[in-house]
């Protein structure tokens, strides 16, 4: 029941559960593998704060890590119900598949810190409505 909802939720906010696919969660852990740093795990949790800031970007037509109301990603991801001690975001528009996001966040300074932060633990992606990407990335406390 539980897979219905989250399945149905994806659905009406027309965004895709990418990290649901493993192989974001390999891509992701080969680039810090690189870096000899320790896998991270998916988290449904992650997924939906991504997938709330995706769907809000692609709906309100901006691209931030500023939410529409001002929310910073720390603020999005404690209104998610997320404990954390540690957490960052990546945000990316327009790649047309999974490869072409993570090889773009790769090449980019900023965004590699973020995914191959040695305090990171968890990570939720999520692909918006007009190929608006975001992923979070987090430690609970």
């Known amino acids: 029941m539980r897979y219905l909802l989250i399945g149905l939720l994806i659905s009406f906010c027309n965004v895709s559960?990418?990290?649901?696919d493993p192989a974001a969660t390999q891509i992701i852990n080969e680039i810090r593998k690189?870096?000899?740093r320790k896998p991270i795990r998916y988290s449904p949790?992650?997924?939906a704060v991504a997938a709330a800031h995706a769907n809000d970007m692609a709906s309100q037509g901006y691209f931030s890590h500023t939410g529409a109301n001002g929310s910073s990603i720390g603020d999005r991801t404690t209104a998610q119900g997320y404990?954390?001690?540690?957490?960052?975001?990546?945000?990316?528009?327009?790649?047309?598949s999974l490869e072409e996001v993570m090889a773009g966040w790769k090449a980019s300074k900023g965004h590699y810190k973020n995914m191959t932060h040695k305090k990171a633990g968890e990570f939720g992606l999520a692909r918006g409505p007009d190929n608006y990407w975001v992923?979070?990335?987090?430690?609970?406390c």
């Open 34 to 36: 690189d870096k000899r």
């Open 83 to 96: 404990k954390w001690c540690f957490v960052a975001e990546n945000i990316a528009r327009g790649q047309q």
């Open 17 to 20: 559960p990418v990290s649901a």
């Open 45 to 47: 949790q992650l997924e």
């Open 135 to 140: 992923m979070v990335l987090a430690a609970p």
